[in-house]
């Protein structure tokens, strides 16, 4: 099959599109036709040598990439969820190996869903860890809970507008932080407030937050403790709350955290839930083919993307 090999840390010109072997499924894992992946900062940064990149080199070929959509080829003796011919989509084997960046990728069934019907493969494929990562950081560690205030750091970009969507369903004041080009974007999310970011520091023009899910990093996390009310919850997806942030934080009745997202079916099947009902629109803004993955990842670091970017190899 195709895949995209990282042979060599490094730049863009170090992912090659060579031939390597099919996997084949363990007995709790099924095995997935690739038909479209996400790209994600992870992405770039394990590609660059730095992030994840050390416990992958262990297991050669590296291949990127964690996020998948496409069809079940076949199923593992022990696989019982999915059959041959299902659709699914899932962040796969997170903080792992995924190899997504492949035509076929072998996964455990407990870290796919079905895919909806009424979302293609390339809009679920992005649907996943930036998705995931805003659905767990909201529900499981802030514990979300309607008509409270919640801050959303670089709300366009990928985890922020799936975030500003689900503050909303729960029925959340949300405020994002955008350029002031992309206020309408973010506006047509959910956000309630837009704050631009060039024009204002967040910590003059936001208060009482409940929440703030930030993914910026520590002097942004740092700054955004005077946005929350007392006993309010930040928490950094970029491992913003560092000891001394968490040490100011808690002198002011705040908890301040770092998350790093992790594979989940069952996560991802209340993600499909929510786009069924039509609660979560994907929205992609850079689809490249798979022998573009190197444009794929440029666009990525530009870090000025609105949304997603998706790779379709089918």
Known sequence: MKAIVLNNPGGVENLQLQEVEKPRPFKNEVLVKVHAVSVNPVDTKTREGKSLYDKLKEDSPVILGWDISGVVEAVGDDVTYFKEGDEVFGMVNF???????????????????????????????????????????????????????????????????????????FRATVIGTASAENHDFIRNMGADEQVDYHKFNVEDVVMDADIVLDSLGEENTRRSLATLKEGGKIISILGGAKETVQADAKKRNIEAKNYLVHSSGE????????????????????????????????????????????????
């Open 267 to 314: 996560d991802q099947e209340q993600i499909a839930e929510l786009m069924r009902q039509g609660h979560l629109r994907p929205h992609v803004s850079h689809v490249y083919e798979l022998k573009d993955m190197a444009e794929a990842h440029k666009q990525v670091e530009t870090r000025k993307t609105n949304g997603k970017v998706v790779v379709n190899v089918v």
């Open 95 to 169: 903080p792992g190996h995924g190899k997504a960046y492949a035509e076929y990728v072998a996964a455990p069934e407990t870290h796919l869903a079905h895919k909806p019907a009424n979302i293609p493969h390339h809009e679920a494929a992005t649907a996943t860890l930036a998705a995931l990562t805003a659905w767990q950081v909201l529900v499981h560690e802030a514990g979300i809970k309607a008509g409270q205030r919640v801050l959303i750091h670089a709300a366009a970009g990928g985890v922020g507008h799936f975030a500003v969507q689900i503050a909303k369903y």
